[in-house]
């Protein structure tokens, strides 16, 4: 997931990622300041730094931590589910004074580990081959949790479905059952009222 946002100086905004459990989560982020007088984000934006924190589905706070106008954060995922990510900027102005716009590029990557370049070409063919190959199979012991996740989603989503339908079903036969019984229940009534009146 790549992206970039506008916030206020002293705005919080949050981002909601579903994320299998056991899963290590990347994010790198970079934070830009707006210049009045360019009319342009600058390419840094220096004595600011951000609050990161990562909420798990069950409201657990998994990371809460202050990093700098750049950075790189992650946590591990320990439920499976929505996960929310919150960055708001360590601006101590007032609100008043505080209308800095900010420009925040965001990339976070889900179940992957990010290979150092620099460090695997330091090393000979046959360990680069080695992390690599480690690499790889991280990445397929990723696939397989995503896709246990997307299976018991969807188990979830079709036992609800199951469930909404039965009570469809039921409600209807409900209906038809009252229907049939305010039908007899006016012929029985129309009847007594003629026999009443000696008009049969």
Not at 30 to 38: A, E, F, M
Request: contains cysteine; proline residues 2%.
């Amino acid at each position: 997931l790549a992206l970039y946002f506008h916030i206020g100086e002293r705005e919080e905004k949050c981002i909601i990622e579903d994320i299998p459990s056991d899963t290590l989560v990347v994010g790198n982020y970079k934070v830009q300041r707006w210049d009045i007088h360019k009319h342009d984000f600058l390419e840094s934006a220096p004595g600011l730094g951000m609050f990161v924190t990562v909420t798990s589905p069950s409201g657990e706070v998994l990371l809460s931590k202050l990093y700098g106008p750049q950075g790189t954060f992650s946590f591990t995922s320990y439920l499976s589910g929505e996960h929310i990510i919150c960055f708001q900027s360590n601006s101590t102005r007032f609100a008043v004074i505080a209308g800095s716009k900010l420009r925040i590029h965001l990339d976070i990557r889900v179940g992957e580990h990010f290979l150092d370049e620099s460090t695997i070409q330091a090393k000979d063919k046959v360990n680069e081959v080695n992390v690599r190959l480690e690499h790889l199979i991280e990445q397929i012991h990723h696939v397989t949790r995503e896709q246990d996740y997307e299976r018991e989603r969807e188990e979830k989503f079709r036992k609800t479905s199951e469930e909404t339908n039965s009570n469809i079903l039921w409600w209807a036969i409900v209906q038809t059952l009252i229907l049939i019984s305010v039908g007899i229940w006016q012929i029985k009534s129309l009847r007594d009222f003629f026999i009443s009146k000696k008009l049969v």
